[in-house]
């Protein structure tokens, strides 16, 4: 956990003057209204998203394309982008999916063949579009 904890005050880092922090649940029916509802106020309008997936971010990518703001800073987590062809590029932070699956596999096999076990906990490294941050 602490690793990524550094690792998102290094994205805040790169990315100039956050203003704060806003929370919008993408799954909620008012996303889209309370999206645009950020930029109704000049002095409280954000100048960066962190987003919890790669298709989110790229949503917000066109939200903000379709509204005019072309100087926003998105950084999407998941990076999708290696697995399907996206028209644009992103700023993500990946992990080794792959290992994360055959980790939650090896748990299931497990648990199947000897019974509930501890409680597991690992942690991955992450990178951002590929350099290898922890």
């Not at 806003?22 to 309370?34: G, Q, R």
């Not at 409280?44 to 790669?54: G, K, L, R």
């Not at 949503?59 to 697995?83: C, P, S, T």
């Not at 501890?118 to 590929?130: A, E, I, K, W």
């Amino acid at each position: 956990m602490q690793k990524f904890l550094h690792l998102l005050i290094s994205l805040f880092e790169m990315v100039q003057g956050v203003k704060g922090i806003v929370n919008l649940e993408y799954a909620s029916d008012c996303f889209e209204e309370n999206f645009s509802a950020l930029f109704e106020n000049s002095e409280t309008v954000p100048d960066s998203f962190f987003c919890f997936s790669d298709m989110v971010a790229f949503d917000v990518i066109y939200r903000l394309e379709k509204m005019g703001i072309k100087n926003a800073q998105v950084i999407g987590f998941d990076d999708i982008q290696k697995e399907v062809r996206i028209p644009k590029r992103l700023i993500s932070v990946g992990t080794d999916k792959r290992a994360m699956a055959q980790r939650a596999v090896n748990v299931l096999v497990s648990r199947i063949e000897e019974g509930r076990g501890p409680r597991v906990s690992d942690m991955f490294g992450v990178y951002l579009n590929g350099d290898i941050l922890s």
